[in-house]
């Protein structure tokens, strides 16, 4: 008979359970359009049931898929059980565009799917086929999970779960599954009770290994807590106050940009730095044009972005859960030149790489560990409504083959940040296939033009294409490409 058995949540992914509120949707998404291909049935839709069969099929390499929620008894921290009740028609949802089912139609749909929150009392993703786009000749697929379950390195691993490298109609006879039974509240309660009375043991074995640690010149750990007291100080820091950082409401608006990947490669390769500083001096333009266009001054602003980085292990690809920190970076917006701009992003950057801020961050994050829930549950609330920075950016690297989902190929996909209290706008790129996918999720009250936040982006782009001389050639009876920029694909 199978035993009960739980997992609990780690203090960060509890973190963003707590950070949830009825304005604060803390789940990740990304709309993925495909060619309709074999999935395109007689009737010209889209085969659903082929689709949740397979998805299905492959459920047994992702458990956490079908557990849910339940809370200890003594602290109440969240545990994950199994869901009993599992019914795949629930999670992997069918709907259709309107005539005549275009990007906007699509990105509105993506919007609003990302507005409303996932329900606690099920496991914490859905599925959406959307048929319908571009005359039946695409679909989409919009996923949406709970950022308790996945951060997103960890999304981009699952895509091996559900996509394949060649094209095929297979599907393998689904895994028999038996949930697990679900301790009993005095299980739970003994359980709970034997790890309370250990953790004081275990803080201080814990703190003191840190400390032998921290004095040894050859450990990791030194170079952590170096690292996590810079990140403190940084974090302590304030930043400006802009149209991007009011409080938020709960409706959300989604926008997309795809660039193609060599394009950012020659510019980074002409100019110097990383892809990611080619990105994040785009990002520091854009910023600038859009507050400029909102007409703020934007020359004596402290802003900010935080930028998520992994600190998954490659025994750790493939896990859910969360192992993931941050970069803190100022972005120079009182630069006016491309160049200098993107010189002035790489060398932060290299600072945080040297000075080893994402382990710092890490290194914060094991402490809390040791923080009670009602402790950390004040935190949480207090470090929405005074955030050290003014914007995510996620820089999230994807395949550059093609991948299928039952044949039918994946064209592109555009991420989606979840959005908090003083948090307006969210940026998430995805490269794929050889596109950089630009996702922007944007609170539907405070960035209603959003668009021209996108059309910036892309005109920052350009601007430091022509620093580098990197412009594309102009096309056969196309338009001299100064004035043709990245443009938004369904």
């Known amino acids: ?73 003594i602290e109440g921290h969240p545990v994950w059980v199994d869901d009993h009740h599992f019914n795949i028609e629930y999670h992997v949802r069918h709907t259709s565009l309107p005539r005549p089912g275009d990007a906007d139609h699509l990105k509105a749909l993506s919007g609003r799917i990302m507005s409303q929150q996932l329900d606690r009392s ?64 005095w299980q739970m309660l003994s359980a709970e ?42 974090s302590l820091r304030t930043v400006s106050d802009t149209p991007l950082n009011k409080p ?45 266009g909102r007409r703020v001054h934007v020359d004596f602003l402290d802003f900010r972005v935080m930028a998520p980085v992994s600190v998954r292990t490659a025994e750790e690809r493939g896990t859910l859960g969360n192992r993931v920190s941050a970069w803190l970076i100022d972005l120079p917006l009182a630069e006016r030149d491309p160049r200098a701009r993107l010189r002035k992003i790489s060398e932060a950057t290299a600072r945080l790489k040297e000075t080893k801020q994402a382990l710092g961050a890490e290194m914060l994050s094991r402490v809390a560990e040791w923080t009670p829930s009602t402790l950390l549950s004040l935190a949480s609330s207090m470090m929405t409504r005074a955030l050290p920075f003014n914007l995510v950016v996620t820089n999230v690297p994807g395949p550059q083959v093609p991948l299928y989902l039952l044949g ?27 596109k950089l996918c630009w996702g922007f999720n944007a609170d539907w009250d405070l960035v209603p033009d959003v668009r021209d936040f996108v059309a910036a982006v892309a005109e920052a782009f350009r601007e430091l294409q022509q620093a580098a001389g990197a412009l594309p050639a102009e096309p056969a009876g196309g338009r001299p490409a100064a004035e043709r920029a990245p443009t938004a694909l369904a």
């Open 1 to 73: 008979m199978p035993v009960p058995t739980y997992e609990r949540l780690t203090v960060l992914d509890n973190s963003f359970l707590l950070t949830e509120s009825p304005t604060n949707h803390m789940h990740v998404a990304g709309t993925a359009t495909f060619e309709a291909g074999p999935l395109r049935n007689a009737t010209g839709g889209i085969d659903v049931t082929r689709i949740r069969a397979y998805v299905e099929s492959r459920l047994h390499l992702i458990p956490r898929y079908r557990q849910v929620l339940s809370r200890t008894p």
């Open 122 to 185: 099920k496991p914490l993703w859905e599925m959406w086929i959307v048929e319908g786009l571009d005359g039946g000749e695409h679909f989409a697929m919009i996923s949406k999970i709970h950022h308790c379950m996945v951060d997103g390195m960890s999304s981009v691993d699952l895509f091996a779960v559900l996509l394949a490298l060649e094209p095929s109609a297979a599907i393998d006879p689904p895994v028999r599954w038996v949930p697990r039974p679900w301790p009993s509240w």
């Open 193 to 234: 009770a034997a790890r309370r009375v250990r953790t004081p043991f275990d803080a201080v074995s814990g703190f003191r290994q840190v400390l032998a640690d921290v004095r040894d010149p050859r450990s990791d750990i030194r170079t952590m807590w170096r690292a996590a007291r810079g990140m403190l100080r940084s």
């Open 248 to 292: 938020i409401g709960p409706h959300r608006r989604f926008d997309w940009l795809a660039m193609d990947l060599n394009d950012v490669k020659a510019v980074r390769k002409r100019l110097g730095g990383s892809l990611n500083d080619v990105v994040l001096t785009t990002v520091a333009g854009a910023v600038q044009r859009f507050l400029e």
């Open 408 to 434: 039918a190929r994946m064209l592109d996909n555009y991420g989606q940040v979840p959005l908090t209290d003083y948090l307006g706008l969210g940026v998430v790129l995805f490269s794929y296939a050889g």
